[in-house]
């Protein structure tokens, strides 16, 4: 069975399925009273030394950069249908403010499956003279099957992943799966995650659940969250669960409400094949190219080099494989900031001498893996988490979705159709529980701030539109081309604005907009 390389199975942020229903089941939080449930919101956070709380060497040098951050372990219900049962521990760091706190600004990265300890500890320097770091202590946490916490999801080894063998998704590229690969899958991440029931309760609902316990351990009357990219559909149905706890939302590199996994795989793709023809144009300037000089030939130049790959592939000398699922991958992982355009290029042309390591060290910044070859969990819990989000699809449906694809963005298309894709969540134990549109006809929610940039290449801007619109809140346009903008500290306009938002609750004018 051929597979995708790291950075290919894990693009397709927020899911990988195609249609189902549609209709939105808003779960409403257990009651406070329920005897069962409140004594995890009593509970008393025990904070400590991070260094026992790293899954990676970068996060051990991350967590213990600074004496001041502390660690501790939230307990809450492995499922909330049975709180007096299995219960599962979420890690998190906290970065205390530089002066008196107004509360917790509680952090997800993205993902699903990014882990947000590290986003705390990491935005505490890079924004050390920041308003936030004096006004909030930074709370970032590792959602249920992410990171640190546990039960953690896990699916596949480091070296199975170094091989080419950690495939989640044959959507794009050159893989081709059986109903018995599928559930050999789920079989595999179900025996090393720790059982069926772990797999069935990853969703984003049971997160939001978490996140209130959160708030109520931390001593917040309402929760101050910043959340990027899938941190948006976690915000979103949070403010949908718990619309009276919010005091605010800054929510970054929006997923659309409304649109079905289908139709967003369909804009998130064409965004792709947009950023991918800017880059080879902007290549095209040089006489040296490697997609070569006429922009409109730059898919056609890139299949010459990357389709031999296929039956060719490159193995280093450590094992690591380079075919064509591994080559356009790291194209993706790349896309996602214009800044790293020159060494896109610059790596697919170094195929062509079998030269493979430009396009490794992206797929390695992308997905995580240290010099010591130690992967985080990300792209195995972000298939967990979207097989509990996703809506599922027959495997002609899943096939004519694949054609889609293949049609929007051609630079994804290995050359071998369609036919073989399928849907790799279709044993899954546990069936969807988020539901289309979600985070819709809330009240009692106060404003909230969505950023939307105009050259997004993963999340579209009309997906932040369709979002600020969908919660009532307020909008804010950033002009450029990148993936999420909010807390890395590059933009003067941008901080500003989420800072007032934030620390005073003022909202920036109508059609605001800033500029990269």
């Not at 079989?187 to 978490?210: F, I, K, M, N, Y």
Request: some cysteine; aromatic content about 6%; hydrophobic content about 35%.
């Amino acid at each position: 069975m051929p597979v995708l390389a790291l950075v290919a199975a894990t693009l397709l942020t927020l899911g990988a399925c195609s249609s189902g229903p549609t209709t939105s089941h808003a779960l409403q939080p257990e009651p406070e009273s329920s005897v069962e449930l409140q004594r995890f919101y009593d509970q008393d956070l025990v904070f400590g030394a991070c260094e026992d709380y790293a899954t990676t060497a970068a996060d051990q040098a991350v967590f213990t950069s600074d004496p001041e951050f502390r660690c501790a372990r939230l307990e809450v219900p492995l499922d909330y249908d049975e709180p007096s049962a299995e219960t599962a521990q979420i890690a998190l760091l906290e970065a205390p403010a530089r002066g008196e706190p107004l509360g917790s600004l509680v952090l997800n990265p993205g993902g699903p499956g990014g882990a947000g300890m590290s986003m705390a500890a990491v935005g505490a320097t890079t924004l050390a003279e920041s308003p936030l770091t004096a006004n909030f202590d930074l709370i970032g946490f590792d959602p249920r099957g992410v990171g640190a916490s546990t039960p953690a999801i896990d699916c596949f080894t480091d070296a199975e992943t170094d091989a080419g063998e950690a495939a989640t998704t044959v959507l794009t590229g050159s893989g081709s799966w059986t109903e018995d690969d599928t559930r050999a899958l789920v079989d595999q991440c179900s025996q090393r995650s720790g059982g069926d029931e772990v797999l069935a309760g990853v969703g984003t609902r049971d997160a939001a659940r978490d996140m209130d316990i959160l708030r109520a351990a931390l001593g917040d009357d309402k929760l101050s969250y910043l959340g990027r990219s899938y941190g948006t559909r976690l915000g979103a149905v949070y403010a949908e669960m718990f619309p009276t706890n919010v005091r605010a939302l800054v929510l970054d590199g929006a997923a659309d409400p409304h649109l079905g996994t289908a139709e967003r795989r369909i804009t998130q793709f064409t965004a792709f094949q947009d950023s991918f023809d800017a880059m080879a144009a902007e290549c095209a300037k040089d006489p040296e190219c490697p997609l070569g000089t006429d922009p409109s030939k730059a898919v056609e130049v890139f299949h010459s080099i990357t389709r031999p790959l296929i039956e060719n592939p490159i193995i280093t000398t450590d094992g690591r494989r380079m075919d064509f699922d591994a080559a356009y991958g790291a194209v993706i992982a790349g896309l996602y900031d214009s800044r790293v355009w020159p060494a896109i290029t610059k790596g697919i042309g170094e195929l062509r001498s079998g030269a493979p390591e430009t396009l490794l060290r992206i797929t390695d910044a992308f997905g995580g893996r240290g010099e010591d070859g130690v992967y985080p969990n990300f792209p195995e819990a972000n298939f967990a988490i979207n097989c509990m989000d996703e809506q599922r699809s027959t495997p002609e449906q899943e096939v004519e979705l694949k054609r889609r694809i293949q049609e929007a963005a051609p630079f994804t298309d290995a050359g071998r159709g369609p036919d073989g894709a399928r849907d790799p969540c279709e044993s899954w134990p546990a069936e969807p529980t988020l539901s289309y549109p979600y985070a819709t006809d809330i009240n009692g929610l106060p404003d909230t701030l969505t950023i939307s940039i105009t050259g997004d290449p993963a999340t579209p801007y009309e997906a932040g539109v369709s979002l600020a619109d969908t919660l009532g809140g307020s909008l804010l346009t950033v002009d450029g081309d990148q993936h999420t903008i909010a807390f890395d500290g590059t933009s003067d306009c941008v901080d500003a604005i989420v800072a007032d938002y934030l620390i005073d609750l003022a909202s920036p004018p109508e059609h605001s907009r800033c500029g990269l």
